[in-house]
């Protein structure tokens, strides 16, 4: 299993559920995208721009923070990411050191890129 599938699933968010505990849950996923889609239609919305992360793009297989797409995987809305520049300009894209939790509960709520 690829390590951040496996991140993603891992305890605390996985739990077990028999099938009609998942087909309630797939009930009430089908209500909050129709709840989505009425709201979008009634504000007479196309197309919506939007950050996919929260700063430039991580090291390959480090992105632990999810919170930007995973609405659009919910709502199963296609979605494309265009680049803002070929090159990256020290002068302004200037590294930072990763976050590091003070404790390991504080490392399961903050992204470790």
């Not at 009634?42 to 297989?61: E, I, M, Y």
């Not at 992105?63 to 090159?87: C, E, R, S």
Request: overall charge negative.
């Amino acid at each position: 299993m690829h390590p951040l599938r496996e991140w993603v699933i891992s305890p605390p968010y996985v739990k077990d559920h028999d099938a009609a505990q998942v087909w309630k849950l797939h009930e009430k996923r089908d209500i909050y995208r129709r709840e989505y889609s009425d709201h979008w239609w009634s504000q007479n919305v196309d197309v919506v721009l939007c950050p996919p992360f929260q700063g430039t793009a991580s090291r390959h297989d480090t992105a632990k923070y999810w919170g930007y797409t995973a609405i659009w995987n919910l709502l199963d809305y296609p979605g494309a990411v265009f680049p803002t520049g070929l090159f990256a300009d020290p002068s302004i894209d200037i590294y930072q050191e990763p976050l590091r939790p003070m404790s390991a509960a504080d490392g399961q709520n903050i992204s470790l890129c």
